[in-house]
Each structure stands twice: as C-alpha cells, then as structure tokens.
C-alpha cells in the first residue's frame, strides 16, 4: 500500500508541474489595457449607459469620475466620492463596465 501511495503522490506532483502548451502561449500574451482620460473617449452607446446608470442610482450620481480603461471591448469606469467627504467611513468607490455597444457587464 505504501509504495502504491508513493507512486500516486509522484504522479500528481509531475501533472501538476508540468505545463500544457496552451497556459504557456496565454502567459505570453501581454495584457492590453489602454487608460482614457474622459468619459467622453467612450463610444456614444457605452457612455448612454453609464450615464444611465449614474442617473438611475442616486448615490453615484453624486460620485466623481476615476480612471477610465480600455481592454478588448470592455470599458471599465470607476467612482468615486473621496473628495466630497472628510470622514474616512463615509468614503465609497464604484466601479461600471459596459462593452462598446453599451451592454452592461457589472456594477
């Protein structure tokens, strides 16, 4: 029995170290995000959503606009209302991605 259960802890400890071809050409993509400095470098539809959005939920209504990213097709938007308030338990952060075509993905 021991020898069995010697040969078997080998045989996950190669499986596991070993990797497959396909994880190793992923690693070598490099991670395409592009920041953009306006809501209004969005495409027309997305920004109809995450105005959208804003409008509908009163407390990100008042929230500033973070940092803006780009990757694929997904925008992703962050809120914020760290200047509006003094007290550190009264601080929030949002954070809004939408497609290009204005498909919201998560909030």
Known sequence: MKNGSKTLVALIACSLLA???W???KQERPLMTTLLIK???LPFQAQLTITGVRDDIPL???M???TISHQ???YTVTLSNAGKT???DEKATATIKVKED???ISL
């Open 102 to 104: 204005g498909e919201l």
């Open 86 to 88: 003094e007290r550190s």
């Open 60 to 62: 990100l209504k008042n």
């Open 39 to 41: 809501l209004e470098d």
């Open 19 to 21: 990797t497959p071809a």
């Open 64 to 66: 500033r606009v973070g």
């Open 23 to 25: 994880a190793a050409e």
């Open 72 to 74: 694929d097709d997904t």
